[in-house]
């Protein structure tokens, strides 16, 4: 099976900062990784697919790289509403999620 | 718009069985390849199963601590995909999401794709 850690846990930032959580993959997975964004009592919102491809609807200030078992998610300039967690899923086999990051009010 | 709509969540007592259904609507359905993941309480998200369309067989799939308790089936003629949950544990209290993939992303079974659009969930509690 395929693991998938995520890092940090929580982040702790404030409105207008850069944020940018890592997701590691336990083997290769090329650029099949999406990335997600849950709020408290809702579904996860997909955000970013194929490692770096922007869903339609999300704002550009989201933007994700990586390739084999390093990624990366960036928010260039934090907005009120992107405090959530967010999480890596991988689907090169079978599907695999990341334990979340939290990203909190500093 | 996409909508996906589950019900029959409930409280269950261990040992006991469950099914869940999720209804579809404004989308090609019977295309679709489907899935089911779930939350634990507080926990991240876990990918349960999914059930290709009929068209590409429609077989299923599952996680293994799933395997062999849950089955995933769908009803084309009425939009409607079902999980049954049997021999259920504490384990299997979460959430329970409906996701698809998009339409027409795999060809062959080993492909698993990402899901773009989501049930609102349904509960599950397994408790005595």
């Known amino acids: 099976d395929i693991q998938m850690t995520q890092s940090p846990s929580t982040l702790s930032a404030s409105v207008g900062d850069r944020v940018t959580i890592t997701c590691r993959a336990s083997?290769?997975?090329?650029?099949?990784l999406a990335w997600y964004q849950q709020k408290p009592g809702k579904a996860p919102k997909l955000l970013i697919y194929?490692?770096?491809n922007l869903e339609s609807g999300v704002p550009s200030r989201f933007s994700g790289s990586g390739y084999g078992t390093e990624f990366t998610l960036t928010i260039s300039c934090l907005q009120p509403d992107d405090f959530a967690t967010y999480y890596c899923q991988q689907y090169n086999s079978y599907s695999t999620f990341g334990q979340g990051t939290k990203v909190e009010i500093k | 718009e996409v909508q996906l709509v589950e019900s029959g969540g409930g409280l269950v007592k261990p040992g006991g069985s469950l099914r869940l259904s999720c209804a579809a609507s404004?989308?090609?359905?019977?295309?679709?390849?489907m899935h089911w993941v779930r939350q634990a309480p507080g926990k991240g998200l876990e990918w349960v199963g999914r059930?290709?369309?009929?068209?590409?067989?429609?077989?299923?799939d599952y996680a293994a601590p799933v395997k062999g308790r849950f089955t995933i089936s769908r009803d084309d003629s009425t939009n409607t995909l079902y999980l049954q949950m049997n021999s259920l544990t504490t384990e299997d209290t979460a959430v329970y999401y409906c996701?698809?993939?998009?339409?027409?992303?795999?060809?062959?079974?080993?492909?698993?794709?990402?899901?773009?659009?989501w049930g609102q969930g349904a509960l599950v509690t397994v408790s005595s």
């Open positions: 059930i290709t369309n009929k068209g590409d067989g429609g077989t299923t």
């Open positions: 996701t698809t993939i998009p339409l027409g992303y795999c060809s062959t079974t080993r492909c698993f794709g990402y899901f773009q659009h």
């Open positions: 083997q290769s997975i090329s650029s099949w």
């Open positions: 194929k490692a770096s």
């Open positions: 404004s989308f090609a359905f019977n295309n679709a390849w």
